[in-house]
């Protein structure tokens, strides 16, 4: 006896999940002791059990001291016992579909993941947080739960997911997630969840709303035994039990809700909402049996290594509050160390602990939860899970933790160059009354007007030269030839054309031209002639372009002093604007202010 005993008080688990799809029973915390663990704890009855309770319950021991543990035949037998039970009792218990952890980090926080940033888990934790999601996730999970059961029962949970960000382009419509989940207990009973989720942010960044659409689904098994009935007396009847006369397969819809908020940098509050339509999951059908409302607020905190979450639970169909906290402390090389406490009103309580690694894109998380109430003599439940993260980057390029690790790292190198470079008041002092003065003396430049070049003055055509007229020739004396224009005077004419011609130009021409077009011609008739007014053009014209050539390398450098001493781009851009639209009509070279300006922009 002492065997079942423990059988029965390591698997009341299996009473309460069985029987909230079967009907109504009462509490059986009279015949298994009382011991409010994880999430198996025990609801109180109403009121007492009825007088058969005794009859009940000794004959359901006769037949399974038949059987002794850990045959599956025995487990069987106390499924069908339980779930018969409760068909004759009169309040509901919903136990399926319980609270259960998934994914090892979350495990390891104790399952306080409401308020955390998002990732593949966060479709079952909290849809909402997937909205910040930056790539595309995939995440699994497999799980033994309370390894060690004094009868050998093996339980076992499992979750595969993936997340995907919709976002194309500038247009953001959110991310959407699918994740399955699935609760084991050998052949004999198994619940299986498909979830569908979106998330999208409501302010960005700062507010977002999440909404899963899940498929709950129980399966019992089928064999010999269920098919042949036990009467009041623990004596088979041969007649199929009529527990499972609408089938072996129940399935519901529901969903869940949530919202996240991040009301200052790195903090973080949730809330979620599960099963909110109720899903009626009794194998007979029985429109009582629903289960129940599930309600968790969250908040989360993300420092430079180190992250803290907090998560309040309860339900509709309770008063029992439970509270979970999980802490984590990360490291330079990729791995992380995590805690976590979770305690009830109810008297539930566990420690939770584990470890994680993250190598790029993939990580791996392990998770232990201890309970330190309830079940008894175990060693914990262990999940082990994986993530990886692929295709482009669509939002943030970086998680908060990632971006308080960058931001600590500047602000690091910052300092050290402050410390290597720093400067003294008196010298920043001077700097700033340096940029006044290059300013001021760069402006005088660029607002000094040119000196004007006077017009060239229009040279007469030359006479020709000529001869005196002489006198009258006397009788018998033959007369002289008359004068003829000498090469000088042709000369002259053809300076006096082309310099005027050049009078008529100049206004055309900037000075560099100018000066081309003089320079040909005192090249051309230089020692020749006189030609003082081409010479006097030509000094004029030399002396002035030098000027502007002088002022214009004078801004240019004030102007690079100014940048060293760190003016604002509008500056700079302004500055070499201005000095290319002055020097350059003058024709002046203003190539090296027009690179510097391709390079400003």
């Known amino acids: 006896m002492t065997d079942n005993k423990n059988f029965m008080d390591n698997n009341k688990y299996i009473y309460r999940r069985v029987a909230s799809s079967a009907g109504k029973p009462k509490s059986i915390s009279e015949f298994i002791p009382p011991q409010a663990g994880g999430r198996f704890s025990v609801l109180s009855a109403d009121e007492a059990m009825p007088s058969s309770k005794e009859h009940f319950m000794n004959t359901l021991i006769k037949i399974i001291k038949k059987f002794p543990p850990p045959s599956s035949l025995f487990i069987l037998l106390f499924i069908v016992f339980t779930i018969h039970y409760s068909l004759s009792t009169i309040h509901p218990l919903y136990a399926a579909f319980e609270d259960i952890s ?88 198994q619940e299986n969840t498909i979830i569908l989720s979106w998330a999208r942010d409501i302010v960005k960044n700062k507010l977002s709303f999440g909404f899963g659409a899940k498929m709950l689904s129980i399966t019992y098994g089928e064999n010999d035994y269920t098919k042949n009935a036990f009467d009041n007396e623990g004596n088979t009847t041969g007649a199929a039990d009529p527990l499972f006369n609408y089938g072996y397969i129940k399935s519901a819809a529901d969903f869940d809700a949530g919202i996240r908020y991040a009301f200052a940098k790195n903090y973080a509050v949730a809330a979620v909402a599960q099963n909110l339509a109720g899903a009626n999951i009794s194998l007979v059908n029985d429109p009582n049996v629903a289960l129940p409302r599930r309600y968790r607020f969250g908040l989360a905190h993300t420092g430079k290594a180190y992250a803290l979450s907090a998560d309040v639970a309860g339900a509709s169909d309770s008063s029992v509050v439970r509270g979970m906290v999980g802490v984590e402390k990360s490291f330079d090389f990729g791995g992380a160390l995590r805690a976590g406490l979770g305690m009830g009103t109810d008297g539930w309580a566990n420690i939770a602990g584990g470890f994680g690694f993250k190598a790029d894109a993939l990580s791996f998380d392990y998770g232990l939860a201890w309970p330190l109430s309830g079940i008894k003599n175990t060693s914990g439940s262990h999940r082990v899970s994986v993530n990886f993260k692929f295709g482009p980057v669509m939002r943030h390029p970086e998680s908060d933790s990632e971006t308080q690790v960058r931001l600590a790292q500047e602000i690091t190198a910052r300092k050290e160059y402050e410390q290597k470079y720093r400067v003294s008041e008196i010298e920043l002092a001077r700097a700033r009354e340096e940029i006044r003065q290059l300013k001021n003396q760069i402006e005088e430049l660029l607002k000094r007007p040119s000196a004007p070049i006077p017009a060239p003055r229009e040279i007469a055509s030359p006479k020709p030269t000529v001869t005196e007229t002489p006198a009258a020739v006397k009788p018998g004396v033959t007369p002289a030839a008359p004068a003829m224009p000498t090469d000088i005077d042709a000369l002259r004419a053809a300076y006096a054309k082309e310099f005027n011609q050049y009078q008529r130009d100049a206004s055309k021409m900037d000075i560099k031209q100018r000066i081309a077009a ?84």
């Open 102 to 189: 998934v994914g090892g980090r979350p495990a390891a926080f104790s399952g306080a993941y409401t308020a955390v940033e998002g990732d593949a888990y966060s479709i079952y934790y909290n849809p909402a947080a997937l909205a910040g999601m930056a790539r595309a996730e995939f995440g699994a999970q497999y799980s033994k739960l309370h390894t060690g059961l004094t009868d050998g029962s093996e339980l076992s949970n499992a979750f595969f997911g993936v997340a995907q960000p919709l976002k194309f382009g500038s247009a953001d419509y959110g991310t959407i997630g699918a994740g399955w989940i699935r609760f084991d207990l050998a052949e004999l009973y």
């Open 518 to 601: 003089v320079d040909v011609i005192v090249a051309r008739y230089q020692g020749k002639i006189k030609i003082t007014e081409a010479v006097d053009e030509q000094m004029i014209l030399r002396n002035e372009f030098a000027a502007q050539t002088k002022f214009y390398n004078d801004a240019l450098t004030y102007y690079k002093r100014l940048v060293r001493q760190g003016i604002s781009v509008e500056e700079r851009k302004d500055i070499l604007n201005r000095m290319i639209t002055k020097y350059q009509v003058l024709g002046v070279d203003v190539t090296v202010a027009k690179e510097e300006l391709k390079t400003v922009k």
